[in-house]
């Protein structure tokens, strides 16, 4: 044995697979690569995976948004819709800053029944008459969209006058008792006690009314007026300060047609002077004494 002589190792060659050959005398790693390309395949799959899933969350939100626009629309249509009342023409039974519910199918339905009033009929289905004494609210005949909420005082065939501030009705006066004045505010809003009358229609009705000008009012004193078919008389129970059928230039008498439905609730009211920018005053500027309180 030649000196310096030992061990030697020779490595044998294997042919791989792939049509490669290695002489590290090591084995090729075949699952260091199938691991890269499992690893680059699932990642690809859950990217489409993530995506599918967005995609399908969106279309469940906006599934979810016109399925909720939908039934707001039906609710709005069919059953109720909500009103605020805005100014003081209904004073003292609604005041500035109610918030309520109006029902739909009292009086049964009409175009104006429907948002923006499309024209897909005349006249009501499911009709029935108001009786005299609701409040209601309908289109202004003047422009058939701004809505007014009033009160049905004659029916049609009736004779409608106010002579002294005391409201006539077929030429007989409506019953009316002088209880303790209520106070309002004048026209630079200073509190001011105005008279304050309980009246009481012919059907039974009564309700409270007020009369800031003490009977000495414009509309205290009017000429007849004769209810036409199919049409009704409304006035405020703020006789000196109520925009209704008395003036027929501005509001006239209101086509059945027109109306949209009774007033039925009120569901929240605030005073008019709280302000958007002060909320720690809402706790103190919500009525609560009237929420739920329902409307005669």
Known sequence: MPIGSGLHFQAECKPLSIAATTCDGMRPSHSSSMDRIQVTENAKKYVGDSAKKEEGGLWETIKVIIQALLIAVVVRTVLFQPFNIPSGSLIPTLLIGDYLFVSKYTY????????????LFSGRIFGSEPKRGDIAVFKLPKDNSTDYIKRVIGLPGDRIQVIGGVLHINGTPVQRERVQDY????LYGRP???PQYRETLPNGVSYYVIERDNNRGYWDNTDVYTVQPDHYFMMGDNRDNST?????ASVGQVPYENLVGRAEIIFFSIDESASLWRPWEWPQSIRWGRLFEGIR
């Open 192 to 194: 001011v006690a105005v």
């Open 108 to 119: 049964g339905y009409s175009k104006h029944s429907m948002p923006f009033s499309p024209p």
């Open 183 to 186: 106070t309002t505010t004048d």
């Open 244 to 248: 209704d059928s008395r003036d027929e």
